[in-house]
């Protein structure tokens, strides 16, 4: 079965401060990879999503960025924190092919700047 | 571009009580339909799905149709418990091909004992 991981599971930085969140994905191969971002007492906000190994495409500009190392890896970093970075960070993966694929996702990082 | 809106919350019920969260959407061509709940602290669960019009998806007591006449994929349940308190997302993927999915911004559930 597949499994989503996510670490670390908690963080305080400063801001300021580099970040880097990973993410890897066991049991399946070639999976469309998804960063989001939940706010405190907001929605999902989609941030970037990957096809494949270095294909990535961003949905918000802002400080952050994401790498795709390897086809199960998945890793979001930022060189300068800010406060506004706070929040719950959620990885996700789904199948390929059109139609009624759902997503699943990790069990989050959540992210204190302060 | 394509949406989802959810109704606001929090929505605060008495166990058992009857629960509707609306959800509305707006999309090009037909997209699959997902509701997902996240408990305090942990991430996103599906809990059903529809891909078509008129289907039917449930799961744990939760039904929700597929109204392509509306736009709509209402979440309902007869009879809530204290352990359906969470937060429950309406989202769909993008019909267009990008792989994307488009969530709403999530409706918190309370259920007093």
């Known amino acids: 079965s597949q499994t989503i991981h996510q670490w670390p599971a908690t963080l305080v930085q400063p801001v300021g401060s580099p970040l880097s969140l990973e993410c890897t994905v066991e049991g399946t191969s070639n999976p469309n990879l998804y960063w989001y971002r939940q706010a405190a007492g907001r929605g999902l906000q989609l941030l970037f999503y990957s096809v494949g190994i270095g294909q990535i495409s961003s949905e918000v500009p802002q400080n952050l960025s994401a790498s795709r190392p390897q086809d199960r890896q998945f890793i979001l970093s930022s060189k300068k924190l800010l406060l506004s970075d706070s929040g719950f960070y959620l990885c996700a993966w789904g199948v390929k092919g059109h139609g009624e694929y759902e997503q699943y996702f990790g069990p989050g990082t959540r992210l204190t700047v302060t | 571009g394509n949406s989802v809106t959810q109704m606001e919350g929090p929505v605060t019920l008495s166990e058992e009580a009857f629960l509707t969260i609306n959800c509305t959407y707006t999309?090009?061509?037909?997209?699959?339909l997902f509701w997902y709940v996240q408990y305090p602290g942990e991430g996103l669960q599906l809990l059903l799905k529809?891909?078509?019009?008129?289907d039917k998806g449930s799961n744990k007591g939760f039904e929700a149709t597929y109204r392509k006449e509306t736009t709509s994929f209402h979440l309902e349940k007869g009879s809530v418990q204290v352990s359906d308190s969470a937060v429950y997302f309406c989202?769909?993927?993008?019909?267009?091909?990008?792989?994307?999915?488009?969530f709403g911004t999530g409706t918190r559930l309370k259920v007093l004992a």
């Open positions: 999309a090009t061509g037909y997209p699959s």
């Open positions: 529809a891909t078509k019009a008129d």
């Open positions: 989202a769909l993927r993008d019909p267009s091909g990008t792989y994307k999915y488009i």
